[in-house]
C-alpha cells in the first residue's frame, strides 16, 4: 500500500507474537504468499525479480526466500521480456541549414511505441489463439499499462490508429487539449473577431468546414484584406466557398444573441458538427464533445452566459476528463495508468513503462527519529473522487 512502513508490520508480528506467547496462548505465523488472480508464470516472473538482492531490498525484510504461490493452479501464461530501446545516435544538422523541413523524431519512446503496436496488430491480423478464451485474440483483449501518461501515450495511439487497430485513447485527458475540442473553441474565437485570420484559417480547416489544404491556399494566397473578406467575395467560385461562407455567416449572426449551449448545440446538433467530429477524429472524441456541452450548461447557471466569458472560462482551468475505458469501446485496445487499471483485468497486458527512474524526489528527508515522530498516528489521506474537475 502506498505510504505503507513495511518494516511495520514484521514489529507488529513480533509485538502480538510475544502477547500470545507471554498469555500462554497459541500463536501461528500465516504467510500471505498465495495468489488468487494471477497465474504461475505471472508469479514466477515476479519472484524472479525478487530474487535479486538489490530488487528484494526494502521488501525481503526478514531475510526469507519470496515465494507466491498460485491459487489457480494448471492455467496457462506467458511473461515475454523484451530487449531495452535505446537512444540512437543522431548527426547534427548543418549549422545554416534553413529549418524548412519538418523531421520526425527518433525517440525510444516512439520506436517502442511503434514495436507495440506492430506486435498488437500482427496479434490480431495473424489470428493467434488465445488459449484461455479457445478463440482469436481481439484488440479488446489487449491493454496497455504506463506509468505515467507522457508522449509514448500519444505515440502508441497515434502507432494503432495508423495500422487500423482500434484504440480506446487513454483514461484521462485535459478537455482544452483535445482536437475537437480547439475546433470548437476556435469557432467561437472566429464568431467573436472575424477579422483573426489565422483562427478563421484553422476553422476552415477543420471537420466543421472542412476545405482541402489547395482549397485554403487558393482562398488565402495574394488576397486582398482579410481572408474572411476574400471568402466572402469569392464564394461564387465553387460550392465548397459557397457553404463554408453562408454557415459562417450564420453563425456570426447568432452569436451575440444565443448563449453558449445554444450557440454550439446548434453545431454540435442541426448543422451536424457532432457527425462530421467523429468522422474524422474517431469515437473517442464523442466524450469530450459531451463533457463540452456539459460545461456550457454548467457555465450558464454561474454566469452571465456570453460566449466570450464561457471561453475565458474554460481556457482559464484545466479541465480534466475521466473516460471509463472499461464500459467504453468493446473491441479496442486500452492504453491506462496502472492506477486507473485498479480492478480491470484483460488476457494480454503490456508494460512498455518500466525502466525510467521517478524524477519527482521526496520533499523532505527525515532521520528515522523524526520519521518515527511524523508517521505517529497520522490519519491517512483520502483522494478525491471527482470524474470532471471543472475551473472554478
Not at 33 to 59: C, M, Q, T, W
Not at 109 to 115: G, K, T
Not at 256 to 273: N, S
Request: aromatic share 6%; charged share 25%; hydrophobic share 45%.
Amino acid at each position: 500500500f502506498q505510504g505503507a512502513d513495511p518494516g511495520a508490520f514484521l514489529a507488529m508480528r513480533d509485538m502480538f507474537e510475544a502477547n500470545a506467547r507471554a498469555a500462554a496462548r497459541a500463536f501461528r505465523t500465516v504467510e500471505l504468499n498465495i495468489s488468487f488472480r494471477s497465474v504461475a508464470a505471472v508469479l514466477d516472473a515476479v519472484d524472479a525479480v525478487f530474487a535479486e538482492p538489490k530488487a528484494a531490498d526494502g521488501v525481503n525484510l526478514d531475510g526469507a526466500e519470496i515465494h507466491h504461490k498460485p491459487s489457480r493452479v494448471g492455467l496457462g501464461g506467458l511473461v515475454e521480456l523484451w530487449p531495452p530501446v535505446e537512444p540512437r545516435p543522431s548527426d547534427d544538422p548543418p549549422a545554416w541549414k534553413p529549418p524548412v523541413e519538418r523531421t520526425r523524431g527518433d525517440s525510444p519512446e516512439v520506436r517502442l511505441a511503434s514495436l507495440i503496436a506492430r506486435r498488437i496488430a500482427r496479434m490480431v491480423r495473424e489470428r493467434e489463439m488465445l488459449p484461455a478464451r479457445a478463440r482469436p485474440i481481439r484488440p479488446g483483449d489487449v491493454m496497455v499499462l504506463v506509468r505515467r501518461r507522457t508522449a509514448f501515450v500519444d505515440a502508441l495511439v497515434r502507432a494503432l490508429k495508423e495500422l487500423d487497430i482500434p484504440a480506446a485513447g487513454v483514461d484521462r485527458l485535459v478537455l482544452t487539449e483535445h482536437l475537437a475540442v480547439m475546433d470548437l473553441v476556435a469557432l467561437g474565437r472566429f464568431a467573436l473577431l472575424p477579422e483573426d485570420d489565422l483562427t478563421l484559417a484553422t476553422v476552415l480547416k477543420s471537420p466543421l468546414v472542412g476545405l482541402t489544404e489547395d482549397d485554403l491556399f487558393r482562398l488565402a494566397y495574394k488576397r486582398d484584406g482579410s481572408l474572411w473578406r476574400a471568402l466572402n467575395a469569392r464564394a461564387g467560385e465553387s460550392t465548397a466557398f459557397a457553404r463554408a461562407r453562408d454557415d459562417l455567416a450564420n453563425l456570426l449572426a447568432r452569436a451575440d444573441f444565443v448563449p453558449p449551449f445554444e450557440f454550439y448545440a446548434d453545431v454540435l446538433g442541426a448543422k451536424r458538427g457532432r457527425e462530421k467530429l467523429l468522422s474524422r477524429l474517431g469515437p473517442d472524441a464523442d466524450d469530450p464533445l459531451t463533457v463540452f456541452l456539459d460545461l456550457t450548461l454548467a457555465f450558464e447557471r454561474a454566469h452571465p452566459p456570453s460566449l466570450e466569458g464561457f471561453l475565458h472560462w474554460l481556457e482559464r482551468g484545466a479541465v480534466e476528463v475521466k473516460r471509463d475505458l472499461e464500459h467504453g469501446a468493446a473491441d479496442a485496445v486500452r492504453v491506462i495508468t496502472v492506477h486507473g487499471a485498479k480492478g480491470l483485468q484483460a488476457p494480454v497486458v503490456f508494460l512498455p513503462d518500466t525502466m525510467q527512474v521517478p524524477t519527482k524526489g521526496p520533499k523532505f528527508f527525515w532521520t528515522p527519529a523524526a520519521h518515527a515522530a511524523q508517521t505517529k498516528d497520522r490519519a491517512p489521506e483520502t483522494p478525491p473522487g471527482l470524474e470532471v474537475l471543472a475551473p472554478a
